[in-house]
């Protein structure tokens, strides 16, 4: 079995450990992984690298909206397959019989997505989300498909919703390698709590801005007076750029950019899926309102949507009373004509899009740190050299850079 297989169960173990420990640790997986992958240690926090003026949930991550699990199924074979699938469930009960208020936004829609007509459509998600590699994209779906139509309750048609991002540069994509107990895994193996990151799941085979990419997921939790909503995010970072950080060039000083006279790098690297949580009552209206503002996150981690990334995002709304219960159309459902919904004041929604980005910012971010060097017959990805990293960081001055304006942060 190769040492990735089950590295995304082992990280759950690796994080209850003291760091002592985990240096130790760190050291014998490079060890034993050799020029293949080379673990990253921590996440960019524990480095002393804080991104935006909003408090993290417990455990910076899309899990820390009440109810949201995730799920990765890591899929590394012989030299060449490189893949995996990635499983976000919004809550714990019966998707189909209490939908959650959702919708998509597309900013360059180069890509495979399943299930986002009906989204932007209905308003509504009835399944598990799922992410993985572009040519496995409708076998997910079909998997998907198969898990709710066992679900106890389901009546009619159902719209599984699945993401993608080509990772053909690592991976033989044209395999399809990602099979129906992989995606059944994930859905099973789902947990709340802390979410693996890098090359894990969807994020096995991914590059971005120059660099090994993969999973990475962060949360904000607003302050009381701003509603003392969760804003979780997760994504599946797979495109390019030149990497900004707390606005420091670290792409440039690498010189890893692209269009650039010295190693420049594939320009029309892409994608970029981003899923997005919070337990705030809102429309579908509001929640597309929200999505939008990942182009802000993507600008400043020096992302510009080349003409071949398809880079989307999937939100969703947790909260109760905004549930769509029964099932579509005909089949089951409330026989009131009218329905009543909560939704947040747009004048009060300034303070979600801010957490917004800031939460999609760190995760890409984190994606990037906690990514190991991938190789397969294809190539190789290296990861971002996080050493040389916090160098560059610390000479621009952007490194916790906003804790004396704004001392009351924890």
Not at 128 to 134: A, H, K, R, S, V
Request: hydrophobic share 40%; net charge positive.
């Amino acid at each position: 079995m190769h040492p990735l297989k089950d590295r995304s169960k082992s990280f759950y173990d690796f994080v209850a450990l003291d760091m002592k420990k985990l240096s130790v640790i760190t050291i014998l997986l490079c060890f034993l992984f050799g020029s293949t992958v080379i673990a990253q240690k921590f996440r960019p926090r524990d480095r002393g690298l804080e991104i935006g003026l909003f408090n993290t949930g417990k455990w910076n991550a899309i899990t820390d909206v009440a109810g949201v699990t995730v799920g990765h199924e890591t899929v590394i074979e012989t030299d060449s397959i490189r893949t995996g699938v990635t499983v976000i469930i919004p809550h714990q009960g019966n998707l189909y019989q209490e939908k959650v208020m959702a919708a998509v936004h597309v900013t360059n829609g180069y890509g495979k997505a399943v299930g986002f007509t009906q989204i932007e459509e209905l308003g509504t998600i009835e399944t598990p989300i799922g992410l993985t590699n572009t040519l496995n994209t409708f076998s997910v779906a079909d998997d998907i498909l198969g898990y709710m139509l066992a679900v106890p309750g389901h009546q009619g048609t159902v719209n599984p919703v699945v993401g993608e991002t080509n990772d053909g540069r690592l991976n033989d994509i044209a395999g399809r390698h990602v099979q129906n107990h992989h995606t059944l895994n994930a859905i099973r193996n789902a947990k709340s709590g802390l979410v693996a990151e890098g090359s894990v799941g969807a994020g096995t085979g991914t590059r971005a801005l120059g660099f090994k990419g993969g999973i990475g997921t962060a949360s904000r939790v607003l302050p009381k007076e701003a509603g003392g909503y969760t804003v979780g995010v997760l994504v599946q970072t797979n495109f390019g750029g030149s990497l900004m950080i707390n606005g420091a060039p670290v792409g440039r000083e690498l010189k890893k950019s692209p269009f650039a006279s010295q190693i420049p790098y594939d320009e029309d690297e892409g994608s970029c899926m981003i899923v997005i949580a919070t337990d705030a009552p809102l429309s579908n209206r509001n929640l597309k309102r929200m999505a939008k503002r990942v182009d802000h996150a993507f600008g400043r981690v020096g992302a510009y949507s080349s003409n071949g990334s398809g880079d989307y995002a999937i939100i969703f709304s947790t909260h109760r009373a905004n549930r769509v219960t029964g099932g579509t159309g005909q089949f089951g459902g409330s026989n009131e004509i009218e329905v009543s919904r909560k939704d947040i004041r747009n004048r009060n929604m300034s303070a979600l899009f801010m957490a917004t980005v800031e939460a999609t910012e760190e995760a890409i971010i984190n994606s990037l740190f906690m990514a190991e060097t991938v190789s397969s017959r294809y190539g190789t990805m290296e990861a971002l050299p996080v050493d040389k990293t916090m160098q560059i960081l610390k000479k621009y001055k952007a490194l916790n850079w906003n804790k004396k304006l704004y001392p009351w942060k924890k």
